[in-house]
């Protein structure tokens, strides 16, 4: 049993955090947000510069061959900072999907693009009834010659904006609930029968509304199995959502802690209030169960076997949901009418929690997928 | 033991009912619902025309336009109110100011702001808190200093709700220095518009403004703008606050939501189905409302109370209403983001002035800005955290 870092995973904690530390302030931020693109291309260039959008990917294609501990590294010092970068979108979940399902030629046109910066991914999967389930597909894709024509609309597009190319999940048989016959299809977003609509998200983050009408797919993986690949992409994703989650409930405690010593009311600082240590305690361990299934959903990740891995996955999800709401809701209580305000970081990392536990499933709906598939213990026998 | 009301409570209920559902513009209450910010033109609109019928102010003694109400009849009016959506009338001006100055104002006061403030003709606000007093608010430091015939204030108020709007500002303000922190305090009325005096917007996380700073540089106050005696505004603020005994439940409100939210869930799909037939979401819809029925049951014990109970004198029950109803309103408004799933992400202004159709669902706009701002409710008018500790002493003697 070990839970120490190596020597490698300890350089890179310390680079990510000083990034951060040095260009992610919260008046950066703010500059970042203004940007064209809702976010920073120069800190998307050092990210590049420092490797870490290769993080993820094999030497042979221009990455670091990192596994998941250390994405859960980067994840979390980005939760500190209130990342806006596509970096989930474009690295994790887009070059996750073309790790695990596409072609050797297309993880060699794609992989080392996104490495050196040149290239930002987006997967489009949800559509207006489709609530969580990957699975729930309308979008069509009809072959044609030797590609693919998509026709559809795809909803909340994460960083659809800015991407250069989408990654959708599109049908070509079955019905609206069907897991055979699901497609991942890569579209150019400037191609033609492709439009988008791009807006910021509650959390200062950006997404898009994508329509596409006859817009041209290229598949990747298996174009009628390929959602067991896509699954096991969000999975991996829901990993460093939740590393990044933490990230955030760590700051929200730390905000709280310092407030709690220097806000004075009653000729004391607040702090001295027994029954707010208690709350602050019980903040601490919300997030300390938080990081616990953090790091169990980083060591799952990788998991082949489907069912595991899912156990593992909904669980750390329900984890983050129940404890990012309550380290959110007391950090903004604690503070009383300042953490409402936008000129205050703390109502920041609140925003961007409530939205992690809106991302691939609500703790509610992986509650559901773990009962169903009987928890995370056996029975007696 | 009854706990049915009589017929003329019941045609009481029915007539309030049709007042505030034919009288009151649809395209205001929907906002309410919704929880989309109001214009100051809706506040105002609505509001006239409950006072044009003598609703605006039942709470007021009958000489300045009260209707001597039963606290049943208070209650059915509050309750008819918050389920059709309609605003409340200005709170700062009929449940805060105008009691304050109808209770301790001299004649020439009353006469000079209660019609006014009845009618909405002068917009009201509050300017108690300041940054370094809120829960403490008796420590507060803005000085009004005598100066022949008028008073000259200086200092600053913070979290002054809608003051964008208004006309006048009635303040806590402290006349004497020397005295104990409580009994140097005087209760003042500040016209807006005088020299010295400057607001500043204050964003709050849910993108809205509704809150702002406001500084007072040598501000010059007529002496016969202070309220009641100098140095008993204190007592002025405590009795203000007891005011409201059970508004602040909000049962009606959260009734109204609860109805709203299974409307909803009807139009959302879930799986196979309609989200309002998934079990997962009616047990947890269910489990508020067996809190809220609870809470509808505690306010009416409270209600039925008052009728032995001194008028004007704070209620520590009060503080259980309060407590109770803020958990239940904010619990729903997480309700209305799991109605709305996915869409809860799209940031959309609802007044940006563009005319493209919302990202999914009209519904899904309001979902996180309403669960934001929301957060207020246990924050303000006393933080749960003061009631729960008037509780403790008042209620349970620790
Ligand atoms: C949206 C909004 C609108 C408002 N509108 C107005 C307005 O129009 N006019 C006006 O005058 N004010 C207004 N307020 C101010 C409001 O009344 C104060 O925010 C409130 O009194 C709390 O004060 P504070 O924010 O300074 O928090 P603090 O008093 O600093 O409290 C911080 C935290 O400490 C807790 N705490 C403090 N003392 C104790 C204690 N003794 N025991 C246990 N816990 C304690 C609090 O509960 C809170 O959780 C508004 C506030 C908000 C958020």
Redesign the interface.
Known sequence: MDFDLSDDQRLLKDSVERLIADKYGFENRKKYMQQPDGWSREIWAQLAELGLLGLPFAEQYGGFGGGSVETMLVMEAFGHGLVLEPYVSTVVLGGGLIRGLGSAAQQAAILPAIAEGKRLLAFAH?E??S???LFDVVTTAKREGTGWTLNGAK??VLHGDSADQFLVTARIAGGQ?ARDGIGLFLVDAKGAGVSR?G????DGLR?A?VTLSGAAGEAVGDPGAALPGIEHAVDRTIAALCAEAVGVMASMQELTLDYLKTR????RAIGEFQ??QHRAVDMLIAEEQARSMALFATVMADEINPVERTRAIAAAKVQIGRSGRHVG?EC??LH??I?????YKA??Y??RM??ID?LYG?A?QHL?TLAKLGGLFGAAA | MDLTFTEEERAFRAEARRFFRSEVPESIRRKVTEGIDLTKEDIVTSHRILNARGWATPNWPVEWGGQNWSPVQLYLYQDEMQQAGVPGPLAFNVSMVGPVIAQFGNEATKRRFLARAANLDDWWCQGF?EP?????LA?LRTTAKRVGDKYIVNGQK??TTLAQHADWIFCLVRTDPAAKKQEGISFILIDMTTKGITRRP????D?GHE?NEVFFDEVEVPAENLVGEENKGWDYAKFLLGHERTSIARVGQSKAQVARIKRLASL?????GRLIDDL?FQE?LAAVEVELKALEMTQLRVVAAARHQVKGKPDPASSILKIKGSDIQQVLTELV??VV????????SPEDGSN?PP??PDYAVGA??S???D??V???GG???IQ?NIIAKAILGL
């Open positions: 949800v207006r009834h609530r969580y389930d909803s909340v609930r609509r807006y910021p998200t509650q997404a509304e004075k009311q009653f000729g029954v707010l809701q903004i209580q009383g009418g953490g409402m305000t936008m000129e109502g920041h609140f925003k409530t939205m809106k609500d509610d559901t | 808190s370094g007093s809120g829960s403490d420590s913070t979290w204050i964003q709050t996380i993108g809150v959302e799909r879930a799986g196979e997962r947890k983001m799991d799933g996915p869409y809860v992400l799209p940031y959309q493209e990202v999914g996180a800005p669960y934001f701002n957060r207020k246990s924050i303000y933080s749960n955290e729960r």
